[in-house]
């Protein structure tokens, strides 16, 4: 059973689309962080979010943490070539490591 | 700064032969962890080192895995005998202190291993 679960797991657009993908969970977590994995590289961290509520920007990405801390969203506005990749969510309970959701594939098509 | 290193980059061999993997992690960093990431998942600890003490190898199959952080910097994993269902990347990534609220980990570029 997966303790994070992540959806679209693809999503094919053409450049200049939005898109929101979603990491969900039954637990609280005490912070949560998405990455992007590029082919043949590590994850890239992009953000951290520990507030219920909380939201980050960063360029064309928004971030958005749940109100009960179980679930989070990212935003991507005008998607480019440049954003394909997998994305990550992992959430920490407090004391503990970071657990990964299985991904979100994205292609954004030029 | 020197990111993470690892080699080898990529590595085939047979079932119950054996491989080892390298990490370097960041100059400073006092925390190590190796993370197996099969296709279409996420990354999965496999065990995490604070200076070169065990911190967590809960999900670590002993049976066939060690892991070891001599002088508390370089790490290897080793894997003997491979299985088929071992094929994975292995990423190996560095924090600065477990402890860390924000805890920012940085991921090497992994080694690809295929079992045939």
């Known amino acids: 059973t997966q303790l994070l679960e992540q959806s679209p797991q693809f999503l094919s657009i053409q450049e200049g689309e939005n898109l929101t993908v979603y990491c969900n969970s039954s637990?609280?977590?005490?912070?949560l962080q998405w990455y992007r994995q590029e082919p043949g590289e590590g994850p890239v961290l992009l953000v951290t979010v520990v507030t219920g509520g909380e939201v980050k920007k960063l360029k064309r990405l928004t971030f958005q943490f749940g109100d009960a801390r179980k679930d989070s969203s990212l935003h991507i506005t005008a998607a480019q070539p440049g954003d394909t990749g997998l994305y990550l969510c992992?959430?920490?309970?407090?004391?503990?490591?970071?657990?990964f959701g299985p991904g979100t594939r994205l292609s954004v098509l030029p | 700064e020197a990111g993470v290193a690892q080699s080898p980059r990529y590595k085939i061999i047979e079932k119950r032969q054996s491989v080892a993997f390298w990490c370097n992690p960041i100059?400073?960093?006092?925390?190590l962890y190796w993370y197996q990431q099969i296709l279409g998942q996420g990354p999965k600890l496999l065990i995490q080192?604070?200076?070169?003490?065990?911190?967590?190898d809960s999900q670590l199959p002993k049976d066939r895995f060690s892991a070891e952080r001599l002088k508390g910097v370089d790490s290897t994993l080793k894997i003997q005998p491979a299985k088929l269902e071992d094929s994975a990347v292995y990423l190996c990534?560095?924090?600065?202190?477990?402890?860390?609220?924000?805890?920012?980990?940085?991921f090497g570029p992994g080694t690809r291993l295929t079992v045939t």
């Open positions: 990534a560095s924090s600065l202190e477990f402890g860390d609220f924000l805890m920012k980990q940085y």
């Open positions: 992992a959430g920490r309970k407090y004391g503990q490591n970071f657990v």
């Open positions: 080192f604070q200076n070169n003490g065990v911190v967590d």
């Open positions: 637990s609280v977590f005490s912070s």
């Open positions: 100059s400073g960093h006092a925390t």
